[in-house]
């Protein structure tokens, strides 16, 4: 059974760093594609960076470009995610997905799905 177990997430004052954590197991963690993925009150979900399984970084937001950093552990099966430069618009519910096969910035093509880690960016 595959599982994905977000942590790191919590409140910060705009400007500051929070470093997000991805434990996964069930699967091949070296087969798959991984990624970070957002949803604030309201908005539909959206990708924020995704990862393969080399460890190239296949895609970033826009928004998040030069702050924020995806990277893996394959000897953790862990999946992170750095995040520099906080700001309000930041402020949502942090989820790890994985998925079979290539990335995609999409959130409708992973199949697996951690239960959420809140960031909150006060201004």
């Known amino acids: 059974q595959v599982q994905l177990v977000e942590s790191g997430g919590g409140s910060v004052q705009a400007g500051g760093s929070l470093r997000l954590s991805c434990a996964a197991s069930g699967y091949t963690f070296s087969t798959n594609c991984m990624g970070w993925f957002r949803q604030a009150p309201g908005k539909e979900r959206e990708g924020v960076a995704t990862?393969?399984?080399?460890?190239?970084?296949?895609y970033y937001a826009d928004s998040v470009k030069g702050r924020f950093t995806i990277s893996q552990d394959n000897a953790k099966r862990t999946l992170y995610l750095q995040m520099n430069d906080l700001k309000p618009e930041d402020t949502a519910m942090y989820y790890c997905?994985?998925?079979?096969?290539?990335?995609?910035?999409?959130?409708?093509?992973?199949?697996?799905w951690g239960q959420g880690t809140q960031v909150t960016v006060s201004s």
């Open positions: 990862i393969d399984t080399d460890g190239r970084v296949t």
């Open positions: 997905a994985a998925r079979n096969g290539y990335c995609f910035s999409g959130h409708e093509f992973y199949n697996y």
